[in-house]
């Protein structure tokens, strides 16, 4: 009696104590959904992570430092393409550019975005239940049904598209130097840039709330202040509803232009003399900051059941000189030393490579770091994959699921990743740059300007070059083509990327992206006002 006495109590303890172990790692209740919050920095670089560079010992973002530290740090994440459109379709599709239809940019007088046949997770995600935010910069379209408020987000607020897409009052730092609002008489909407290039002087910078103009031109300046309010309302608005919630953050950091709070010592915004590294420092630690009161609010909640994930839409513009990012080690230096520049818009490391974090506290290991190859495209699979949620079988998806690497410590992520052209050579969308373990081939290379202006020749190579990343990650010396490594990875890749491009050829699910412009469909909340001025934002 004594014995059993004995095994029933061992039995109880065991129980309560598997029980406090599960309570600890946030799925005490079995039937609870897991919130997302996915915070997409634009144009910023691999280097720009203090943690990705400790030797640099700098101290720019200290929150994305605990998280790292607190989380999972990913090294060899890749956004999906090297420019904003179409890395951001594919991350919401989970689909390449040639079959999600979004190749290149969309402009300001698009009439139309991403194709309405293609599904989003956040619509995947609201129809499951989930209550659904958007913050920041779209991109994909904002006309008609094209807007974020019509493809899967209950609340959306930001800018429709880039940050230098539309002229301000105040103009934030870029080079060339943009010029304030042309407010000299009512508004006849044209949508050509200055002779000095990229700058937007006859339409105001829009903010949208929901599918509305509240704010034209907006203020740079108080943007991020706007943003943080909106998102610390969102979690906290959730956490009292008691729902689980997607909350996508695309900021506008790191895309020119940069409009930081800057030291008592510096020149007056208004004059813009400030030509060194301590703007883009400035804006580096204000997107930090921004960062570190997201985790704030979400640890201050449900933090046990609350995936953060941080990562980049394409790397730094290199051509914006001391406003652009660091790419690290990933120079891209068999490009650069032939002239252009190897970041934003091309397919060397340096463009597609970036900082990435996965925080989870009780659920991700703490202070781990990853080496899977890993892409922006993985975050639809993933995320549906974590909520219970089956994507629809009606088409083909090139994005993995990586909950085991995130949870798990699984280490093998994309046997083959495709890196699409972006404006540096080729046609927009071909997948002329392939990964393959340590080696990674170009059919076709190409530069976009670097600083200063210089643009290197465009060049096809048959047979590809192949570089090792394992001992080149600077991507300087291509293997020689004789030799038996070159000859096994040439093959396996040319093997891979043929499969690739009859798979997506023979997809019935392949969307077109309508790119048709229109002056007529630029954002504009009132045609008789200068640059169509409004301001109906309390």
């Not at 020149?267 to 580096?284: F, G």
């Not at 030393?337 to 974090?357: L, N, Y």
């Not at 190409?446 to 590809?464: E, I, N, S, V």
């Amino acid at each position: 009696m004594a014995e059993g006495f004995t095994l029933l109590l061992s039995a109880m303890l065991l129980c309560g104590l598997l029980l406090h172990m599960v309570s600890q790692h946030g799925v005490d209740e079995p039937n609870k959904k897991p919130n997302f919050i996915i915070i997409l920095a634009d144009d910023i670089g691999w280097g720009d992570l203090d943690a990705n560079q400790p030797e640099e010992k700098k101290n720019n973002t200290p929150y994305l430092n605990l998280m790292a530290e607190q989380g999972l740090r990913l090294t060899d994440f890749h956004s999906p393409a090297s420019t904003c459109s179409p890395s951001r379709a594919a991350i919401l599709t989970g689909r390449y550019g040639l079959r999600n239809g979004v190749t290149h940019n969309f402009a300001v007088g698009s009439v139309a975005g991403l194709p309405l046949s293609e599904v989003t997770f956040p619509e995947l995600l609201q129809k499951a239940g989930y209550y659904t935010a958007m913050i920041g910069k779209w991109h994909l379209g904002h006309n008609g049904p094209y807007g974020p408020a019509k493809r899967g987000f209950d609340y959306y607020i930001g800018v429709p598209y880039s940050n230098d897409m539309g002229c301000t009052d105040i103009p934030g730092y870029d080079l060339p130097q943009c010029f304030p609002c042309d407010s000299s008489g009512p508004q006849v909407i044209r949508l050509k840039r200055r002779v000095h290039g990229g700058c937007y002087s006859k339409v105001g910078l829009p903010l949208i709330e929901n599918s509305s103009i509240v704010e034209q031109p907006l203020d740079l300046w108080t943007l991020t202040e706007q943003y943080k309010s909106a998102a610390l309302r969102i979690i906290h608005n959730a956490r009292e509803r008691e729902q689980p919630y997607l909350l996508y953050i695309a900021l506008a950091h790191m895309h020119v232009p940069l409009a930081p709070p800057l030291p008592p010592d510096t020149a007056p915004i208004a004059h813009h003399r400030l030509h060194d590294s301590r703007v883009y420092t400035a804006s580096l630690r204000e997107m930090d900051s921004l960062v570190g009161a997201v985790k704030s609010a979400s640890d201050d909640g449900d933090k046990n059941n609350t995936l953060i994930w941080f990562t980049g839409d394409n790397g730094p513009w290199e051509e914006k000189c001391e406003y652009a990012g660091s790419v690290g080690p990933f120079k891209g230096e068999w490009q650069s030393s032939r002239g252009g520049g190897s970041a934003k818009r091309t397919t060397w490391e340096g463009g597609h490579r970036v900082p990435t974090v996965a925080y989870w506290p009780g659920v991700i290991l703490a202070n781990t770091t990853s080496t899977a190859l890993l892409s922006g495209m993985d975050i639809f699979p993933t995320l549906l994959s974590l909520a219970g949620i089956t994507p629809p079988s009606d088409r083909r998806y090139d994005g993995i699921d990586a909950t085991n690497i995130l949870l798990h410590g699984e280490k093998t992520g994309h046997k083959f990743l495709f890196h699409p052209n972006s404006g540096a050579a080729g046609k927009f969308g071909d997948l002329q740059a392939v990964r393959s373990g340590k080696y990674k081939a170009f059919y076709i290379t190409g530069a976009a300007k670097t600083c200063g202006g210089a643009t290197g020749r465009q060049q096809l190579h048959d047979p590809p070059l192949i570089f090792n990343l394992e001992h080149d990650e600077a991507e300087e010396t291509p293997l020689e083509v004789g030799t038996l490594e070159y000859q096994a990875a040439a093959e396996r890749i040319a093997r891979r990327r043929e499969e690739l491009l009859w798979d997506i050829a023979t997809d019935k699910s392949v969307s077109a992206a309508d790119y048709t412009t229109d002056e007529s469909a630029a954002p504009c909340c009132d045609p008789t006002q200068a640059v169509c001025r409004c301001r109906t934002l309390g």
